[in-house]
DNA sequence: ACAAAAGTGTTTGAACTACACCCATGA
DNA sequence: TCATGGGTGTAGTTCAAACACTTTTGT
């Protein structure tokens, strides 16, 4: 960012998401099947060229929108790291930069044969190779889910993969899900209600499941207004995910 | 990174380097004072635009080669974030893509008059509005500092900071510095050292130094050599900072 | 009544804090 | 011998792991 008296070099500029969810006890992530070279008819994260005037996360929420039909996309959202811009497209040096979203599982608009079909696969399919993606997007993927694992740790974003309200098992199962661990219901339940700032009680109840009803949560105020840096340790000490 | 029939919109992408050492017993940022506009005569962090057939990483070391005569640059590289490309410099749309290096004190060679002058400065002197920075760098150099607060706790990067070996004293020093904060010699002492596979006794000792002789300690092979993620959690459970 | 899930209490052990204390060197 | 910093021992506390047990619903 100095000196470039010579004009510099310009490089097309592309944001990739990486939209994670949890549906079925598992992790999931969406993916497209390409219509177009290269790699048509690979399965691909969502994403798409930056646009003159925009900025990196305007372009990520309109192609994400554009892919999947969604207008106003629910979760969390933020950079993940930015990758190339060698030789990670048969095209040309292209530099993407790869966002994450933490959302709950919402529906993607099924749209016709010709466009871009956007759907849910399992993690843990394109991790044991059973899927292969396009581009360097398995390593995008690894990269993310692994911030995502980190992230839960110390940070209130697990309750970002639930709705509005939710309740403490269904915090648990997400939690589970992408660490794939189990963990003990009584001692997740207190480290979750019992940390300051993190949980708020909605006073409402499930009813109509099996069991007994059980309490409704939201995110709290401090974990949910930390305006840019809703990263920053709420947890402590953190919800440490056990190591084997 | 999809359809994209038309032929993309280009944006120049540059590198910039948050260079943190300690020094003095404080946490300093490697500044340019730059030489044309725009602002012309500002502090900012060193940098430049990427060549065509470059990485980025490749980029990151040549800038700062550059514009710090060194040629084998010591210490920990990783990137931090990317930032624009909308409404960052005057000139237009430029992506910038930060960068992150943990290094010893290493002397800056300094240049004529008439090269950009890079110098050591201390953090504390850009937080307080001392020293304004051109450009987002401001922001850029708060967000390094904070990723370079949370990574000591949970890896062995501290030790990026300390030269080939170093005593436990030293270590300490870089975490006091960098978070701010006194820690207990005893303490952190029991921790550095009990903790599997951080750090290596060399057998040598220091000599020379007012009190008792410290033992030499370098970084473990394993800590050292997590090629790609040095990152991963090998304080486990982490050194956390104080929480006021 | 019984199954199923929610939630509480209790015991144990690991690990961090705080600080007393001893060790090895230079002046 | 005293000052200076290196290093060990130990008591108190906090917190998580493990699990017995009670509560509240649906069937």
């Avoid at 499930?206 to 947890?235: C, K, N």
Wanted: aromatic share 6%; with cysteine.
């Amino acid at each position: 960012m100095t000196q470039a008296v010579p004009a510099p070099a310009s490089f097309p500029v592309a944001v990739d998401i990486v939209a994670l969810t949890v549906r079925g006890g598992e992790l999931c992530v969406l993916l497209i099947t390409r219509l177009i070279e290269p790699f048509r008819g690979r399965l691909a994260l969502p994403g798409g060229f930056v646009l003159p005037g925009e900025d990196l996360v305007e372009a990520a929420i309109r192609e994400l929108g554009e892919e999947t039909g969604v207008e106003r996309l629910p979760g969390y959202l933020e950079q993940l790291a930015s990758y190339g811009p060698k030789g990670r497209d048969p095209r040309g040096d292209v530099l993407t930069v790869a966002h994450l979203l933490l959302a709950p599982d919402f529906p993607v608009l099924s749209a016709g044969s010709d466009a871009e079909q956007a759907a849910w696969y399992p993690v843990e399919r394109v991790a044991n190779g059973e899927v292969d993606l396009a581009f360097d997007h398995a390593q995008i993927l690894e990269d993310a889910v692994e911030r995502a694992r980190a992230k839960l740790e110390y940070s209130p974003l697990g309750a970002a993969f639930c709705g509005e309200e939710f309740t403490i098992a269904q915090l648990r199962a997400v939690y589970e899900a992408v660490w794939g661990t189990r963990l003990d219901p009584r001692n997740f339940h207190r480290k979750a209600t019992g940390t300051p700032g993190f949980l708020e009680d909605t006073g409402r109840m499930t009813a109509g499941d099996a069991g007994r009803p059980a309490a409704l949560f939201r995110l709290a105020e401090e974990a949910r207004s930390t305006a840019g840096h809703p990263t920053r340790a709420v947890l402590n000490p953190p919800l440490m995910r056990p190591r084997v």
